[in-house]
């Protein structure tokens, strides 16, 4: 099955820092992409939608210059957590669907970055 | 989004079935009914979807309502590896539709 990987899996660091998250689609190509956080034992929250080419689309309260979105591929999407502070620590994953597909059918997700900001 | 309602948790026993419901009476007729499942510290992963017909595949098989407000999904024999937190979500069938997660089933298989 189509494969999505993420990078980091995991990652410290300081309050103030930027930190930068990959999502690859390993063997398929993905127009559209989606942002996920999770906290703990909480469901996950869609953050933004992904779109190769231009600009990402938001959620409602989620800041789109703290959460900076590029997707620059048909392969990859980064979302880049700008001064982060503890409260942005959390569980981030992305997925991807086939590029094309009109049944709304599966999405492949990410291993997940966990973020922890000191 | 249309909204789905599950059980906040269910207990099955090893290799017994386990039936998930999930309610969803404002399901518009372009929504598909997809259900994913969550392991502690990983990434969702599919399991079935589909549109009004019933489904099966290799892991489990979804029974879809005939006026499709209510789905089950079927897990057949429980194993230890199925205890999961189980997401029913429905998907608008537009190409690059949004999936929007509700709190799911925290299922737990007892040995």
């Known amino acids: 099955g189509a494969v999505v990987s993420q990078h980091p899996s995991r990652v410290i660091c300081k309050s103030g820092t930027s930190v930068k998250i990959e999502c690859r689609s390993l063997?398929?190509?993905?127009?559209?992409m989606f942002w996920y956080r999770q906290f703990p034992k909480k469901s996950l929250m869609l953050m933004a939608t992904?779109?190769?080419?231009?600009?990402?689309?938001?959620e409602q309260g989620v800041e789109k210059d703290k959460f900076l979105i590029n997707h620059a591929s048909l392969t990859l999407s980064t979302l880049t957590v700008t001064s982060a502070h503890p409260e942005d620590s959390s569980f981030y994953i992305c997925?991807?669907?086939?590029?094309?597909?009109?049944?709304?059918?599966?999405?492949?997700f990410g291993e997940g970055s966990r973020l922890t900001v000191l | 989004d249309a909204k789905t309602t599950q059980p906040n948790s269910m207990e099955s026993n090893e290799e017994e079935p386990v039936h998930l419901p999930c309610n969803h009476s404002t399901i518009s007729g372009t929504d598909y009914i997809h259900w994913y499942r969550q392991l502690p510290s990983q990434g969702p992963e599919y399991v079935i979807h589909g549109l009004t017909s019933n489904v099966n595949n290799r892991m489990a098989s979804l029974a879809i309502a005939e006026d499709r407000k209510s789905s089950t999904l079927i897990l057949h024999r429980a194993t230890l590896r199925d205890a999961a937190v189980y997401y029913c979500?429905?998907?608008?069938?537009?190409?690059?539709?949004?999936?929007?997660f509700g709190e799911g089933t925290q299922l737990t298989v007892n040995p």
């Open positions: 997925s991807a669907g086939l590029a094309g597909s009109r049944d709304g059918g599966e999405l492949f």
């Open positions: 063997d398929f190509q993905a127009t559209t």
């Open positions: 979500i429905l998907r608008d069938g537009t190409s690059g539709s949004r999936l929007t």
């Open positions: 992904s779109n190769e080419g231009s600009k990402a689309t938001y």
